[in-house]
């Protein structure tokens, strides 16, 4: 079955970096584009990134753009989010999600159980 | 600015019952619209794409509508697992959420 495991959250001082990986299995990675989604404490949900099936080509949020890095390795099966300058409104449950389309950007079929970050002081 | 509005914010209603959201885009996204569940703690889980398809393993109690900018996920009788927050997402435009509908019970 498809598995989406996060895990590199934590507490971070604001400036500071810190990279997120998913670990993915139960399906063919390198033919999946990748998400990152993410949702402040007690908010909706927000979209962050995504990633093609063969990392030509990325695209960010307004909010994170020149700040934050997806990428993927797929030979390891895992999806990455460097997240550098961070500032108090990143503070998120971060989730992975997999695109339910091949080639282009559409929906969320699959997702993680979600990494806490919390940037503060 | 491209925005997804949900109504209500909150509804509340007991078991048994018809639940209808709504979900209306500020210009047309076509058919091009999901749904989804996302009980606390839990991640979201995708229950309609493409407006009226049922994502695989969903109940047939949840339904999708709508096309252009008035959309609406209908679920026939509620059981109890199915209170929880609810997102409508548009893929046309980036993917973009809506701010979400509060099911609770009555």
């Known amino acids: 079955q498809v598995q989406l495991v996060e895990s590199g959250g934590g507490v971070v001082q604001p400036g500071r970096p810190l990279r997120l990986s998913c670990a993915a299995s139960g399906f063919t990675f390198s033919s999946s584009g990748m998400h990152w989604v993410r949702q402040a404490p007690g908010k909706g949900l927000e979209w962050v990134a995504v990633?093609?099936?063969?990392?030509?080509?990325?695209y960010y949020a307004d909010s994170v753009k020149g700040r934050f890095t997806i990428s993927r390795d797929n030979s390891k099966n895992t999806l990455y989010l460097q997240m550098n300058s961070l500032r108090a409104e990143d503070t998120a449950v971060y989730y992975c999600?997999?695109?339910?389309?091949?080639?282009?950007?559409?929906?969320?079929?699959?997702w993680g159980q979600g990494t806490l970050v919390t940037v503060s002081s | 600015e491209f925005l997804l509005t949900q109504s209500p914010a909150t509804l509340s209603l007991s078991p048994g019952e018809r639940a209808t959201l709504s979900c209306r885009a500020s210009?047309?996204?076509?058919?091009?619209l999901a749904w989804y569940q996302q009980k606390p703690g839990q991640a979201p889980r995708l229950l309609i794409y493409?407006?009226?398809n049922r994502a695989t393993g969903i109940p047939g109690r949840f339904s999708g509508s709508g096309s252009g900018t008035d959309f609406t996920l209908t679920i026939s009788r509620l059981e109890p697992e199915d209170f929880a927050v609810y997102y409508c997402q548009q893929r046309s435009n980036w993917p973009l959420f809506g701010q979400g509908t509060k099911l609770e019970i009555k």
């Open positions: 210009q047309s996204v076509s058919s091009y």
């Open positions: 999600a997999r695109d339910s389309s091949h080639y282009s950007v559409a929906y969320f079929d699959y």
């Open positions: 990633i093609w099936y063969d990392g030509s080509i990325k």
């Open positions: 493409d407006a009226s």
